[in-house]
């Protein structure tokens, strides 16, 4: 495997395709400057074999199990904030999408839908930072497109990804497929995504920097389901938060949710934020944790597990199946009491992901 490029200096001076620093229409042509836009950014960034053929249509080779695809569009505002930016996350979430699935991720596609007046050495660095985050997921990125949209009519960068990967033989898990009595594991900290996209997006400012959690979870998945192929059901609470995750849980299984407020993982720096805001940290988005409904009986080897691991060492259990109040998730209170958890109505945080 090639070293990951060095995305932190690739923004630093420009990036030129023929006359050109930024995106302008004739790059979205289909002629000679969206060929040397091509060459000069995305092959140059993302080459590979299969990508570099530059075919209509990419041919894999097939993989055992079952096939598993997925896509994902991401709109993130500001592109570059603390723990990542728009390429990575790009990565990331589709990567994600297939991890918790059950599925080993392998390849990705991606469309990008670029601005009239993009600068190119931006363009650049989302591409490298996607490369490196193809690169730490074990995942190649063999197909893609781009179209050029006029100035006003894009926000700067948009990418559609779609993520193919195989689901071995035997394994199967489902969002109908939680029983009362199970526990619910959460690999870690709530809300580090949706609050360090908009503390950069409002200037606000904390005593500790607050970093997004953006991650590819496949990893930690694997490991988990080779020490405990009886786990039920895993999801990535990304946009609604980990309110809607278990809102959905709960329906699609008929069963209820109880979480205890008390196990909930949330840093300091995230809740002030949230108190200081006005937000519930169960609604806000993460990008690099997952729920896991595991039985009674594994969850504490389960949890034991993921604690092990870089990306769960502040994993917890945070509650369990019932079977009372169906399709209904509620949490114990920590100063007594118990509430409804319902789903996010609307829209929190606009443009989170």
């Known amino acids: 495997m090639s070293a990951a490029p060095d995305v932190s200096q690739l923004g630093s001076c420009p990036i030129r395709v023929g006359a050109y620093d930024r995106v302008v229409k004739g790059h979205g042509s289909g002629g000679r400057l969206s060929q040397e836009l091509l060459e000069s950014v995305f092959l140059r960034g993302l080459g590979n074999p299969v990508l570099q053929r530059q075919e209509d249509a990419a041919t894999l080779a097939p993989a055992p199990g079952r096939l598993a695809v997925t896509t994902d569009a991401f709109v993130v505002h500001p592109a570059f904030f603390p723990g990542g ?27 990008f839908i670029l601005e009239e007046g993009l600068l190119l050495s931006d363009l650049a660095r989302v591409v490298a930072s996607m490369r490196a985050a193809c690169e730490r997921a074990g995942v190649q990125l063999v197909a893609g497109d781009t179209k050029v949209v006029e100035k006003g009519k894009g926000d700067q960068l948009f990418i559609t990804t779609t993520g193919v ?24 900290t709530l809300g580090d995504h949706g609050i360090a996209i908009l503390s950069v997006r409002e200037g606000l400012t904390f005593e500790t920097e607050i970093r997004s959690d953006s991650a590819p979870l496949n990893s930690l998945t694997s490991m ?13 609470p990304t946009r609604g938060g980990l309110a809607s995750t278990l ?13 205890d407020e008390a196990a909930l993982p949330i840093r300091p720096e995230v809740r002030a934020a949230c108190e200081l805001l006005g937000l519930d940290p169960l609604h806000v988005a993460n990008e690099g ?57 609307g829209e929190q945080l606009p443009r989170i992901c």
């Open 224 to 236: 988990l389901l080779e020490l405990s192929p009886e786990i039920r059901c895993m999801r990535d």
């Open 165 to 188: 990967g195989w689901v071995p033989e035997g394994r199967s898990l489902s969002i109908a497929s939680a029983r009362p009595g199970d526990r619910l594991l959460l690999s870690g």
């Open 85 to 111: 930016d728009i390429g990575s996350l790009a990565v990331h979430g589709t990567v994600n999408d297939l991890a918790v699935a059950g599925a080993v991720p392998r390849y990705l596609i991606a469309s």
């Open 289 to 345: 944790k997952l729920v896991a409904v595991v039985p009674a009986e594994r969850a504490e080897a389960t949890l034991a597990a993921a604690r092990a691991h870089p990306q769960g060492r502040e994993a917890a259990l945070i509650g369990e199946v019932v079977a009372a109040h169906p399709k209904r998730v509620t949490m114990r209170s920590v100063v007594g009491g118990t509430r409804l958890v319902s789903m996010l109505a």
């Open 247 to 259: 809102n959905e849980l709960a329906a699609a299984s008929a069963v209820g949710v109880e979480i």
